[in-house]
């Protein structure tokens, strides 16, 4: 498929010389639930583990989940009617195993979190408190600290993991930025090139060797210009695996979370999130009148699935000429908001909001991406040896919209079942260390200062409401920037030198995202989920229930093709 004019990506980033190597077993690169779970579960059964993390160990995206991970663990719940649910709010377009693993799986795992020394909020009886979030017709999302879940896991994980520090299986490099991934003559994954960011072990770019790489490295928030993600989110590891030739799918579909603190137009980076959870307890959301909108919009009201209130908050933004609408969260009182949302009452307050007497300004934010590294069952990639897990995958589990608390459970699940594929694989003497070669194809690098203009071009292409107009301007944007020459080269100038350093590198990572995140919204004319075309608002099942599948060629043409679903 194609939507005009060849795009070509860079198959490499450009960057100085590789001055020490290290080898393990398992490279893992990310420490969120995904990549802590499966390098705790890989180090008792593989030899050698090497975690790799961008920053610390605890400041990827888990520790900032709010409303918490769902499961069937009610007496009355069933994973059968967690696995309705998912379905819908996918909207035609989840791989139903992959789901059913999910739901299936998930009670135990969660249950496993709780025997390793995660603390959720229990009730009086002593069993996990569960609550409700939009989507779910069952309270079956399990939380910690009130609104701090992601904190709590993190917490517990990290915990488990410094516990075997001493452990010689197992090796933690913090501030570590993935550049590349290893390639092979045959194409196989054989490692990570590595850029160790001030305060790590070790200096400059280097090369970790390993068997097998599992790569979770989270979201793409810093795409946009507004997003919930910590600014770490630049989507390092979906641009290293599309650039070692992986299949990526479904990067249309972005998640954009209803309600985003509103701080003004000119807000940029990480913005402060007000869970699902808060309307799940009973907020409303009122337009700039006052008027509560989304009793005529969905059955569930502010509970229906996310892509549908977002949507909504656009259009009466829209109708009333506001860049906000209002949540009312003032009618549940402030003893139980206080107890039940600790972490977002004091993270207004500093805002000078207060909760329990103020309507609150929000907006719709990039939240979650759906999309991302095309994996199989059990976490394989296209890429022989190349695993990936977490956000930064796509098994397929959310479909076109991601059903609230679920991303917690998709790592935790799928983190699991790709330590038992790694550690029988290299049980039966499989996945051979082999040696990378230099992979063919342009290096690139594009400037820091560029980053601005790629965010940009994504928040008004590829946003909440999409248009081909937009589209068409956001891929000539985008195309100005291009990475196939090695640099920026800005209009009417000469070819510059642009330094190596990281935030060139994740400049080019956020580019190369943007441009196939771009294409892929420009050929799917119709809405659905996460995707919502402006000038194609119907879902169109006959022409469009499947999924666009990306990749890079190795002259490093980026080539898309369709795949249609079969049932």
């Not at 080019?508 to 919502?532: D, F, I, K, M, P």
């Amino acid at each position: 498929m194609s939507t005009g004019s060849p795009v070509r990506l860079a198959t490499r980033l450009a960057t100085p010389a590789i001055g020490w190597t290290s080898q393990a077993d398992v490279v893992v690169v990310g420490s969120g639930i995904a990549g802590l779970t499966a390098a705790l579960q890989l180090r008792r059964r593989v030899p050698r583990v090497l975690l790799v993390t961008k920053t610390v160990l605890d400041s990827g995206s888990t520790r900032w989940a709010q409303g918490g991970i769902a499961a069937a663990l009610a007496p009355e719940d069933s994973p059968a009617e967690h696995l309705d649910d998912t379905l819908v709010a996918g909207v035609g377009l989840c791989d139903e195993d992959a789901v059913r693993a999910l739901v299936t799986e998930g009670p135990q795992r969660v249950r496993e979190l709780v025997a390793l020394g995660a603390n959720f909020d229990l009730t009086p009886s002593g069993e996990i408190a569960l609550t409700r979030e939009g989507g779910h017709h069952r309270d079956r999302i399990a939380h910690a600290g009130g609104d701090a879940t992601g904190a709590e896991i993190s917490r517990a994980l990290i915990a488990a993991l410094e516990a075997v520090r001493d452990d010689p299986g197992i090796e933690v490099l913090e501030q570590a930025l993935v550049l590349d991934v290893l390639t092979s003559a045959d194409g196989t994954a054989c490692g990570v090139t590595l850029h160790v960011i001030g305060e790590g072990s070790r200096d400059g770019v280097g090369a970790a060797l390993g068997r097998a790489v599992v790569l979770a490295t989270g979201g793409i928030g810093q795409v946009f210009q507004s997003s919930t993600n910590p600014r770490e989110a630049t989507g390092d590891g979906i641009a290293a695996a599309l650039r070692a030739g992986a299949e990526l799918a479904d990067l249309e579909f972005v998640q954009f979370h209803p309600t985003v603190l509103w701080l003004g137009q000119n807000a940029r980076g990480q913005q402060p999130l007000i869970s699902e959870a808060v309307r799940g307890e009973g907020a409303q959301l009122l337009d700039v009148n006052g008027v509560r909108f989304m009793t005529g919009v969905h059955e569930m009201a502010e509970l229906a699935p996310r892509d549908v209130v977002a949507k909504a908050i656009v259009r009466q933004m829209a109708a009333t000429s506001t860049s906000h609408v209002f949540l009312d969260t003032r009618h549940l009182g402030r003893k139980f908001l206080r107890k039940r949302f600790p972490t977002i009452v004091n993270a207004l307050a500093g805002h000078r909001f207060d909760l329990a007497e103020d309507l609150i300004p929000v907006a719709p934010a990039q939240h979650y991406h759906s999309g991302g590294i095309r994996v199989d069952a059990d976490g394989r990639s296209s890429v022989p040896g190349l695993y990936a897990v977490g956000e930064c995958s796509c098994t397929g589990v959310h479909g076109a919209n991601r059903l609230a608390s679920n991303s917690l459970l998709e790592g935790l699940v799928f983190a699991h079942r790709i330590a038992d594929d790694v550690s029988a694989r290299l049980g039966r003497g499989e996945l051979p260390q082999l040696e990378p070669v230099p992979r063919p194809g342009p290096a690139g690098l594009i400037a820091a200062t560029a980053r601005v203009k790629v965010q940009r071009a994504a928040s008004s292409g590829p946003g909440v409401i999409r248009t081909a107009e937009g589209l068409t301007k956001a891929t000539a944007s985008l195309a100005r920037l291009s990475t196939a020459g090695g640099t920026e080269v800005p209009a009417g100038a000469d070819k510059i030198d642009i330094a190596h350093g990281t935030a060139e590198w994740e400049t080019t990572n956020l580019h190369s995202v943007a441009t196939a995140l771009t294409q892929v919204a420009a050929l799917r004319e119709e809405t659905r989920g996460g995707h919502y075309r402006e000038d194609f608002p119907q879902r169109d099942d006959a022409a469009w229930r499947g999924r666009l599948i990306s990749r890079l060629n190795p002259d490093g043409e980026l080539v898309t093709r369709y795949e249609p679903l079969e049932g």
